[in-house]
């Protein structure tokens, strides 16, 4: 069974350029969560999407991030425009319709300069 | 505040050497605690899930306690191959399904 899968793997950007992160969740998964690691910091949640509704997003930080899933498969997480503190790691995972445990994927590394 | 914390911060060990590591949470309506294994430049991977104090899981040289206010994992006879980062986090309330995370606890095993 594949796992969740994050592209790209690492993306270095300028300062008030824009970034579009993909996770393609494992088949069948209905729950899909974005978290981000910020240097030195722990994991916090961003967003939940149920299929393709936003369920919880409350960790989103502002504006200037736009989370969608459109037909409930795939997701994208897209930064307009890109700050310095927007660096970290962005993680997705998923879960299956009434499952609690959440299956990571590789994450996203994000640079911005 | 709903916080996670976990301690020690880092710990090295010597291969065999048995030792604990700690999580503390202060959340109210607990739903679940959740260990996971992270390795560098990936993802983190699920290691257990705890629902209710007194519980326990195991799974080869691990095991994870949980009671009211804190967890325990348990490593038995480590070896190099267990070094890695393990992450803490709670799921509570009724209306969501987000996981607060600790920091985690940097694991060393030496041979």
């Known amino acids: 069974e594949a796992g969740v899968t994050q592209f790209p793997s690492h993306s270095v950007i300028e300062k008030g350029q824009t970034v579009t992160l993909r996770c393609d969740p494992i088949?069948?998964?209905?729950?899909l969560y974005w978290y981000r690691r910020v240097m030195g910091k722990e994991i916090k949640f961003l967003l939940h999407?149920?299929?393709?509704?936003?369920?919880?997003e409350s960790g989103m930080p502002n504006n200037r991030f736009l989370a969608e899933r459109t037909g409930g498969t795939y997701s994208t997480l897209k930064v307009q425009p890109a700050e310095l503190e927007d660096s970290g790691v962005y993680f997705c995972?998923?879960?299956?319709?009434?499952?609690?445990?959440?299956?990571f994927g590789p994450g996203t590394r994000l640079t911005v300069l | 505040e709903d916080q996670v914390t976990q301690s020690p911060e880092a710990l090295r060990l010597q291969e065999g050497e048995s030792s604990s590591l700690n999580c503390s949470y202060t959340?109210?309506?607990?739903?679940?605690l959740f260990w996971y294994r992270q390795d560098p430049g990936k993802g983190p991977e699920f290691l257990f899930t705890?629902?209710?104090a007194g519980e326990e899981k195991e799974k080869e040289r691990l095991k994870a306690t949980l009671t009211k206010k804190e967890s325990f994992l348990h490593i038995t006879a480590p070896k190099p191959e267990d070094s890695a980062t393990y992450l803490c986090?709670?799921?509570?309330?009724?209306?969501?399904?987000?996981?607060?995370f600790g920091t985690g606890t940097l694991l060393a095993v030496q041979p």
């Open positions: 959340v109210s309506g607990l739903r679940g």
């Open positions: 705890l629902y209710s």
């Open positions: 995972a998923s879960s299956p319709p009434r499952g609690s445990r959440q299956f």
């Open positions: 986090a709670v799921q509570y309330g009724g209306a969501t399904n987000k996981l607060i």
């Open positions: 999407f149920v299929k393709e509704s936003k369920q919880d």
């Open positions: 088949s069948g998964h209905d729950n």
